[in-house]
């Protein structure tokens, strides 16, 4: 069993999961705005929503104002939850973040997410963003 962390929420706890879906917010959001997705999802994925300090219960915290900081503090958060496959999903802020998270977790563990979802943000510089083709 694992231990809780302030930094994660599962609405919907799933011990027959074949995914774990992790989704990351926007800069001044928590986990509340993804705690609904349950309903959609398949019934082989568990949802987990990333709650990062100085936000909601996790309010007594002081919020990071650096991403690398952000990012190496939540790699020994996650590790414990990537025993099964997942994949991560975040959006605008967020996205930036599972992004950067995955960079750390190729360099610290042996595992990197199936799947990186991402929206309200661009690509960083020097990365490739995939998209439908114009022309």
Not at 52 to 79: C, K, W
Not at 91 to 97: D, N, Q, V
Not at 104 to 112: I, K, M, Q, S
């Given at each position: 069993?694992?231990?809780?962390?302030?930094w994660?929420?599962c609405?919907?706890?799933?011990?027959h999961?074949?995914l774990?879906?992790?989704?990351f917010?926007?800069?001044?959001?928590?986990?509340v705005?993804?705690?609904?997705w349950?309903?959609g999802?398949?019934?082989?994925?568990e949802l987990?929503?990333i709650?990062?300090p100085?936000?909601?219960?996790?309010?007594?915290?002081?919020?990071f104002?650096?991403?690398?900081?952000?990012?190496?503090?939540?790699?020994?958060?996650?590790?414990?939850?990537?025993?099964?496959p997942?994949a991560?999903?975040?959006h605008?802020?967020?996205?930036?973040?599972s992004?950067?998270?995955?960079h750390?977790?190729?360099?610290?563990?042996?595992?990197?997410?199936?799947?990186?979802?991402?929206?309200?943000?661009r690509?960083?510089?020097?990365?490739?963003a995939l998209?439908p083709a114009?022309g």
């Amino acid at each position: 069993m694992m231990t809780p962390s302030p930094w994660l929420v599962c609405p919907k706890p799933n011990p027959h999961a074949r995914l774990r879906l992790f989704c990351f917010p926007y800069a001044g959001g928590g986990s509340v705005i993804y705690r609904a997705w349950t309903a959609g999802l398949p019934g082989t994925t568990e949802l987990w929503c990333i709650r990062p300090p100085g936000r909601e219960s996790f309010q007594g915290e002081p919020p990071f104002t650096r991403l690398v900081a952000l990012v190496e503090a939540l790699v020994p958060v996650m590790l414990p939850y990537l025993d099964v496959p997942f994949a991560f999903f975040g959006h605008s802020m967020g996205a930036l973040i599972s992004f950067e998270l995955i960079h750390a977790l190729r360099r610290w563990h042996d595992g990197v997410p199936v799947h990186l979802f991402t929206a309200g943000h661009r690509a960083p510089p020097g990365q490739v963003a995939l998209g439908p083709a114009h022309g």
